[in-house]
């Protein structure tokens, strides 16, 4: 098992699948965002890459064999980086999402100092995978968001 950075975020046919199947269970999004995120693939199913990615984000496939079997995405929000964290159904239960997730951390210097957060939304088919994938990978839960690197931040009104 091996994973490639993209300079660009894709979008192929199976993750196009796959974002079909689980996008608003595993993923929060609602019907109307989901409705419109496939008229913008419109009937080629992709994304226009450069409107949707940002130089500080890190877009990884997950490959084994040569063939993507799900992808790593780290993506810059504020002070944090948000992780979203799919691989595709023939391909669950091997181990590599914990795999891929540990080698996008340490390929990208996210491992150690900078602070990567994930959510595993309540309908989500894949809650108890994801949560161990997350564990494996050293994140821990707090105030229902999983964390790696949590720093406490504090506002202070004058």
Same mark, same amino acid.
């Given at each position: ?11 192929? *046919?199976?993750?196009? @699948? #796959? ?6 269970? =595993? %993923? $929060? ?10 008229? *913008?693939?419109?009937? @080629? #199913? ?6 949707? =990615? %940002? $130089? ?24 944090? %980086? ?77």
């Amino acid at each position: 098992m091996d994973i490639v950075r993209q300079p660009i975020r894709q979008i192929d *046919e199976i993750e196009y @699948e #796959h974002f079909q199947k689980y996008g608003q269970s =595993s %993923y $929060g999004i609602s019907a109307e965002e989901l409705k419109g995120i496939f008229e *913008e693939m419109g009937t @080629e #199913h992709v994304y226009s890459a450069v409107d949707h =990615s %940002y $130089g500080e984000d890190f877009y990884f496939d997950i490959l084994v064999d040569g063939k993507i079997v799900g992808k790593v995405l780290l993506l810059k929000l504020a002070r944090v %980086y948000q992780l979203d964290l799919m691989v595709f159904d023939p391909y669950k239960g091997k181990g590599y999402a914990t795999e891929g997730l540990r080698l996008a951390l340490e390929q990208s210097d996210l491992k150690d100092g900078h602070t990567v957060r994930a959510g595993i939304p309540p309908t989500s088919p894949h809650q108890e995978a994801m949560r161990r994938v997350l564990e494996k990978n050293g994140f821990e839960k707090r105030n229902g968001l999983y964390y790696l690197n949590f720093k406490k931040r504090y506002v202070v009104n004058h």
